[in-house]
């Protein structure tokens, strides 16, 4: 389960990474919200990788912890989904006025002379 998550971690960062390298803006984007998902479920991974385990402890004597996933990674998670979707509406919006503003959706503003 570990190495099936590690890879997917480390392809999302690998694919997001590349896109923010590429010359679009459109594909810039597309690598930001790539790279969130892999940091999202890095943080998923850091409260244990435990199937079935409830958040939540019961009141009451001794508690085996290690029985209970931690709740803090994912409501961690679920506040940066909501900040990451806003980050990427805000983009779009100023991707869409450089668009009309400069004629092009290249990053830097021009297109490249071939």
């Not at 984007?29 to 402890?57: D, E, K, Q």
Request: glycine share 8%.
């Amino acid at each position: 389960m570990e190495i099936v998550l590690s890879t997917a971690i480390g392809i999302l960062t690998a694919s997001g990474v590349w896109l923010l390298l590429r010359p679009r803006t459109f594909q810039v984007i597309i690598g930001l919200c790539l790279l969130s998902y892999a940091v999202n479920i890095f943080i998923f991974s850091m409260g244990r990788l435990t199937p079935g385990a409830p958040p939540i402890m019961p009141k009451g004597g001794f508690i085996n912890p290690a029985a209970y996933a931690d709740p803090l990674p994912q409501a961690l998670v679920l506040t940066a989904i909501v900040i990451s979707f806003a980050t990427t509406a805000l983009f779009l919006v100023v991707m869409i006025a450089s668009r009309g503003v400069t004629g092009t959706d290249h990053v830097d503003g021009k297109e490249r002379d071939e």
